[in-house]
């Protein structure tokens, strides 16, 4: 069974090294797992009461009964792309006897399709994944039925093809430098209204994702790798059996409590004491406000950008170059409001089979039908609530700032009840009028996302997410900071995957847990941190585009067709000379 057989490291000999996590999300949970899994003593410090952090379940209280669990909400419903490498990799060595084979990674399940709801028309499905001519026909007629031509669909590859195949100092510098609406052309009228429309909203169902705010760098590097997936092996769209806790979180907590993982819930960090070069404590406060010291050998801090941003002294920031760029950021400016929303349902009403975005919507939702997924493995949605529950849709709201029909925005919302009716308002409004009244009719309740706060005052959000604004990856520190003792371990981490997700909190976490081990005198080559093959590829095109780049010159697609030719011409000659060896201007 996979990873049945993980062997723990053994203590090393002497005093047991330690090390203390401040933060229980998934960039602390991934770097609690390497290090205890290398024999290290590690305490997780989180100031919530439940591990998991954005990726955890909330549960609505008091819904189950009869032994039943709580109804279960989400922060946001969970998308696991294909190209995912570090969190499958996690996936894969925690044990989990619910699942069909025996690890968390087995409670995966493909969604074939991906959808678009237009309002007064309905549902358009496309295979996220075309294996057949007929899913290919269905691929092409799905583009026509949203607005688009096979002509903007060249251009729209085209656009990917220029991303890979630019060098990483034009990735890094001037595609860095526009946000993803502008690279793809879609604020010089290069595509029809409504695919343009379609094209926007694509990149939703990956929130941190957003066209107009994210840098090219980021957006294009994860649009690129979706894009790739849909020609690879392993499916494109991949969702979860059941909410996040049941099938991930609880199995991996369960597992780092059995490896010797302390986990102290309700424990917020609010400080840390530098001495010299080193950190000397940190600073954690529980319930009480009860302030204690916590002495380690090494401290990683798991913590979201703006808390990490507060923490930030001036002598912190004194002592590293990568601390004092983040103090330097405003959060305000390098994140953004995305929350989630189920509504619960006495019946499933089916919308399509797999992710589904609402154009038009203004508040820019998503959703998944859930019990097509739930219903097959050994938990089912009979498990929640009291007894009625057969459906759940589960919304992402990306846009928290724009008008809805009445005027209102997400963050005007005077009760929860009163934002949860216009999110299903909009919903409705995306369906046909027969699904519409299904939809509203099999409502038994819902929940929203409880990190958002409705008060007198407005609402207010607990969980921002990194958006990637233009000139941000300049900005992002990396895991591992010339203090020796202190790494850092969540999304915002410079990363090979760049995006804020599950996956670059992950690898942010690896990187910290590496680092940490090396700082101890330990081996952390164990520690597996991965690359992903569609961005290395196209290398003798990334050398001519190093080479152009070095000459000042635009992207060889961005050049007219009589300098190109003469380009190849020269870069002909310069490659014979050269003998083709990769090592750019
Ligand atoms: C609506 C929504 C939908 C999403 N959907 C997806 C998706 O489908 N796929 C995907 O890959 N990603 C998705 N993401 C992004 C993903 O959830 C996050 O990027 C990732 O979970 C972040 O992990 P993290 O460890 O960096 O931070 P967090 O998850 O924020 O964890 C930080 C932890 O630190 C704790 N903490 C905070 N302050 C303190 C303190 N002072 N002391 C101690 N502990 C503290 C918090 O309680 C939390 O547990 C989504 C995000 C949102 C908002």
């Not at 990799?89 to 968390?104: K, L, Q």
């Not at 990917?160 to 060098?167: E, G, V």
């Not at 909203?201 to 894009?227: F, K, Y």
């Not at 029909?405 to 999110?423: C, F, M, N, Q, T």
């Amino acid at each position: 069974m996979e990873g049945r057989g993980i062997r723990l490291r053994a203590r090393p000999p002497g005093r047991p090294l330690t090390v203390a996590v401040l933060g229980g999300g998934m960039g602390g949970l991934a770097c609690a797992h390497e290090l205890s899994r290398e024999g290290v003593r590690v305490t997780i410090y989180e100031g919530s009461d439940g591990l998991g952090g954005k990726a955890r379940s909330q549960y609505v209280p008091a819904t189950g009964t009869e032994g039943r669990q709580d109804w279960p909400g989400e922060h946001g419903f969970r998308f696991y792309p294909a190209f995912y490498r570090h969190v499958i990799a996690s996936m894969r060595e925690i044990h989990d006897p619910e699942s069909p084979t025996g690890t968390v990674a087995g409670n995966l399940v493909a969604a074939a399709n991906a959808g678009v709801a237009i309002p007064g028309r309905g549902i358009v499905t496309t295979p996220r994944k075309p294996r057949s001519l007929s899913d290919l026909r269905q691929a092409v007629a799905g583009i026509r039925e949203v607005g688009g031509s096979p002509r903007e669909l060249a251009r729209y590859l085209g656009v990917h093809l220029k991303y890979l195949t630019s060098c990483d100092a034009r990735r890094d510098g001037e595609i860095e430098a526009q946000p993803w609406a502008g690279f793809i052309g879609a604020d010089r009228g290069k595509y029809g209204a409504a695919f343009r429309e379609v094209l926007l909203a694509c990149t939703r169902t990956m929130v941190a994702m957003d066209a107009h705010r994210g840098s090219s760098r980021t957006v294009g590097r994860a649009s690129s790798l979706l894009l790739a997936d849909s020609f690879g092996d392993n499916e494109v769209d991949r969702t979860m059996m059941g909410p996040t806790t049941d099938c991930w979180l609880a199995p991996w907590q369960r597992q780092l409590r059995a490896w010797g993982v302390d986990v102290r819930f309700g424990h917020r960090v609010t400080g840390l004491d530098l001495d010299g070069r080193r950190i000397a404590r940190a600073w954690v406060s529980d319930a009480t406000g009860h302030r204690t010291a916590v002495e380690a050998d090494a401290f990683v801090l798991a913590v979201p950008l703006d808390v990490a941003h507060r923490l930030i002294t001036p002598q912190l920031a004194d002592a590293d170059p990568s601390l004092e760029r983040l103090a330097g950021c405003l959060p305000d400016q390098m994140t953004d409001w995305m929350a989630g929303a189920q509504f619960f349902l006495d019946r499933d009403v089916p919308l399509c089979d797999g992710h589904l975005i609402f154009l038009g919507s203004p508040w820019a939702l998503t959703a998944i039908s859930q019990a097509q997924f739930w219903n097959r493995g050994a938990r089912g949605m009979q498990r929640y609530g009291d007894g009625r529950l057969r459906g759940i849709i589960s919304v992402d709201v990306s846009s928290c700032f724009t008008p809805d029909a009445d005027g209102k925005r997400l963050v005007d919302g005077r009760s929860r009840a009163e934002i949860l009716d216009r999110i299903l308002n909009q919903l409705v409004g995306g369906l046909d009028p027969a699904t519409g009244r299904a939809l509203r009719s099999a409502v038994i309740g819902a929940h929203l996302d409880t990190e958002l706060r409705v008060g007198p005052d407005g609402v207010s959000n607990a969980a921002r997410l990194l958006v990637h604004p233009p000139g941000s990856w300049q900005v992002r520190p990396e895991a591992v900071l010339t203090i020796p003792n202190l790494f850092l371990a969540a999304d915002y981490v410079r990363t090979a995957v760049d995006l804020a997700s599950m996956e670059g909190a992950n690898e942010a976490g690896r990187r910290a847990a590496r680092g940490a081990l090396e700082s101890m005198g330990l081996d952390g080559s164990g520690v597996k941190l991965f690359s992903y093959a569609p961005l290395e590829r196209h290398r003798l095109l990334r050398h001519i585009d190093g080479w152009l780049h070095g000459g000042n010159l635009p992207h060889l697609m961005d050049l007219p067709g009589h300098v190109r030719r003469g380009l190849a011409t020269a870069l002909g000659r310069d490659l014979a000379r050269t003998g083709g060896r990769a090592d750019g201007p």
